[in-house]
Structures are given as C-alpha cells and as structure tokens.
C-alpha cells in the first residue's frame, strides 16, 4: 500500500458481539488515552476530521472501525488509563478490550502507541505482556516525537526499545515522520492475510 486513496468511518461497536464481519484484516490500536490515535488515523488517510480528536482523555469509549483502501479495516480502541472515570467504568472497558483482543477473528496485529514524551507507564507495559501472552502480534509506535529536540527523540525511542524489548516505530503526525513504515506494514499484513 503506497498511500491511502480511500478512508471511511464505518461504524462504532460498545463490544465484541456487535462488531460486524467486514471479509478483510484488521488491525487494532491501542494506548493510553490522548496518546493520538485519532490524529494518526487522520494523518495517514490525510484527512483532518476522519477521525474525532479531542483534548479530553477518555473519549473514545467505542470500538471504532474505518475502512481503508477497501483491503483493511482499523479498528480504534478505547484509551486504557484514564484515571478520571469510575472504577466501574474502567472495569467495563477492561472487559470489552480484553473481549475483543481475544476473540476478534479477523485481527491480524495491534499496533500499541506509547507517548514518547514520557517514560513506559505501568499500563503499557501490562498491556504488552498480556499481548505478548496471547500471542497477538503488536507493532510499536512511539507519537509525539515533534514535541522533543532530535536528541530527546532519539532517547526516548531507545528507552521504549530497551523497555519493551522490541522495535519502535517513531511517529508524528505533524511532520508525517513513520507514515511509510506504517504503510509498509499494511502492504505486509495484507499480503499474509490473502
């Protein structure tokens, strides 16, 4: 996949058993909430509102899926971490995460986003383990790098590397930096998935 010349919000889904079948692979993403899933949905399909942004964490509450390039679907998760809702509420979204990850038959990989501009909360790293453990395939993102000096972006790449023990993808979606790796990803999965 070169670039994305077709992108469409398709629907949203509270859990597993309302997420309709689309016949093609899916990639999740997954992160803390406000680390910029939205804004990399709209940088690499290139259009500004596909995806809602907000500054408020703990909006995405929904599975929300997009059709990519009629070959890919991906399905946004919400945010893990938000501290602001109830435990309640945060033990439901748990459930529906962990539903999904598990039991979702098309899924293909989760691409897992770490904000670069702070060190591997605990969150992330349980999430990993708990992938790793399931043996869902997980592709490294560290977002917000154009926030940091190169320096400052070098290091902390290295840091989420040697924390997580894997290759780290860096992006931003204000320079686009990352946009090809993941384009070149897609082409992967969708090739494995024929």
Same mark, same amino acid.
């Given at each position: 996949?070169?670039?994305?010349?077709?992108?469409?919000?398709?629907?949203?889904?509270?859990?597993?058993?309302?997420?309709?079948?689309?016949?093609?692979?899916? =990639? #999740?993403?997954?992160?803390?909430?406000?680390?910029? @899933?939205? +804004?990399?949905?709209?940088?690499?399909?290139?259009? /500004?509102? &596909?995806?809602?942004?907000?500054?408020?964490?703990?909006?995405?509450?929904?599975?929300?899926?997009?059709?990519?390039?009629?070959?890919?679907? =991906? #399905?946004?998760?919400?945010?893990?971490?938000?501290? @602001?809702? +109830?435990?309640?509420?945060?033990?439901?979204?748990? /459930?529906? &995460?962990?539903?999904?990850?598990?039991?979702?038959?098309?899924?293909?990989?989760?691409?897992?986003?770490?904000?670069?501009?702070?060190?591997?909360?605990?969150?992330?790293?349980?999430?990993?383990?708990?992938?790793?453990?399931?043996?869902?395939?997980?592709?490294?993102?560290?977002?917000?790098?154009?926030?940091?000096?190169?320096?400052?972006?070098?290091?902390?790449?290295?840091?989420?590397?040697?924390?997580?023990?894997?290759?780290?993808?860096?992006?931003?979606?204000?320079?686009?930096?990352?946009?090809?790796?993941?384009?070149?990803?897609?082409?992967?999965?969708?090739?494995?998935?024929?």
């Amino acid at each position: 996949m070169k670039r994305i010349t077709q992108a469409t919000f398709i629907t949203s889904s509270t859990c597993l058993k309302n997420c309709p079948d689309f016949n093609l692979p899916e =990639i #999740a993403l997954i992160g803390r909430s406000n680390v910029g @899933k939205s +804004s990399f949905i709209n940088t690499l399909t290139n259009r /500004k509102k &596909l995806a809602k942004t907000s500054n408020t964490p703990g909006k995405t509450r929904l599975i929300n899926f997009f059709n990519i390039n009629e070959e890919l679907i =991906i #399905a946004d998760l919400p945010g893990y971490g938000y501290a @602001k809702i +109830s435990k309640t509420e945060q033990q439901k979204w748990s /459930k529906i &995460l962990e539903e999904y990850l598990k039991d979702r038959e098309p899924l293909k990989a989760v691409i897992q986003f770490i904000d670069a501009r702070h060190d591997v909360q605990n969150n992330d790293y349980q999430m990993r383990e708990w992938l790793d453990f399931h043996k869902i395939y997980i592709i490294t993102l560290a977002t917000k790098t154009d926030t940091l000096s190169k320096n400052e972006a070098f290091r902390a790449i290295q840091n989420i590397s040697k924390t997580l023990n894997t290759e780290v993808i860096e992006f931003s979606s204000k320079t686009g930096i990352g946009k090809d790796k993941i384009l070149a990803v897609f082409t992967g999965i969708i090739k494995d998935s024929d």
